[in-house]
T-cell receptor
Framework: DAKTTQPPSMDCAEGRAANLPCNHS???????VYWYRQIHSQGPQYIIH???NNETNEMASLIITEDRKSSTLILPHATLRDTAVYYC???????????????FGKGTLLTVNP | DAGITQSPRYKITETGRQVTLMCHQT?????MFWYRQDLGHGLRLIYY???????DKGEVPDGYVVSRSKTENFPLTLESATRSQTSVYFC??????????????FGPGTRLLVL
């Protein structure tokens, strides 16, 4: 079972920031927060991940609350091509065995409107 | 081209036939995975491999067989296809550097229809 809770859908206007929330209230101290997205009919695409500090890369920013029970993925200037299902996943890194599995929940369908 | 590829991209077969889905990665990643994606279930892990000649079951391994004789290849075989195996299959790979950069990279998927 997924250990995260996300809204099923969100809308965003093109050019505006998209803020996607994720609740992971049962996260353990050695679990990272990962974000992936899946554009229709394509394989999941890695976006970003973090442990407790905020992270930024060329695609997005990840804001993790101080208690680590929730996080927000920020797409600073959403485009139509960002329309996809976004998955928030918690996972232990570097523990071997089945902990390498990514448990995908239902994610959030982000629709970017012109 | 570098990356992870899957073949075929689309496959139609009949119940009872053997089908092999291929996965190839050029990064020399140690770990490779097979997932299936069905409506209402999200992605579920079928099998994974930690290295050549090392494989293990995931959540839904029944009806599937894997092998990994070479690091770069991880074929998935449906020994006797059933209609319930109609799905989209994704292969993924991941390095085991032990660094903070660990993440899985997915292939484009194979759409399988079993009639």
């Amino acid at each position: 079972d997924a250990k995260t809770t996300q809204p099923p859908s969100m809308d965003c206007a093109e050019g505006r920031a998209a803020n996607l929330p994720c609740n992971h209230s049962t996260i353990s101290g050695n679990e990272y927060v990962y974000w992936y997205r899946q554009i229709h009919s394509q394989g999941p695409q890695y976006i970003i991940h973090g442990l407790k500090n905020n992270e930024t890369n060329e695609m997005a920013s990840l804001i993790i609350t101080e208690d680590r029970k929730s996080s927000t993925l920020i797409l600073p200037h959403a485009t139509l091509r960002d329309t996809a299902v976004y998955y928030c996943i918690v996972r232990i890194i570097n523990s071997g065995g089945s902990n390498y599995k990514l448990t995908f929940g239902k994610g959030t369908l982000l629709t970017v409107n012109p | 081209d570098a990356g992870i590829t899957q073949s075929p991209r689309y496959k139609i077969t009949e119940t009872g036939r053997q089908v092999t889905l291929m996965c190839h990665q050029t990064w020399s990643h140690s770990y490779m995975f097979w997932y299936r994606q069905d409506l209402g279930h999200g992605l579920r892990l079928i099998y994974y491999s930690a290295a050549a000649d090392i494989t293990d079951k995931g959540e839904v391994p029944d009806g599937y067989v894997v092998s990994r004789s070479k690091t770069e290849n991880f074929p998935l075989t449906l020994e006797s296809a059933t209609r319930s195996q109609t799905s989209v299959y994704f292969c993924a790979s991941e390095p085991t550097s032990g660094s903070y950069q660990e993440t899985q990279y997915f292939g484009p998927g194979t759409r399988l229809l079993v009639l």
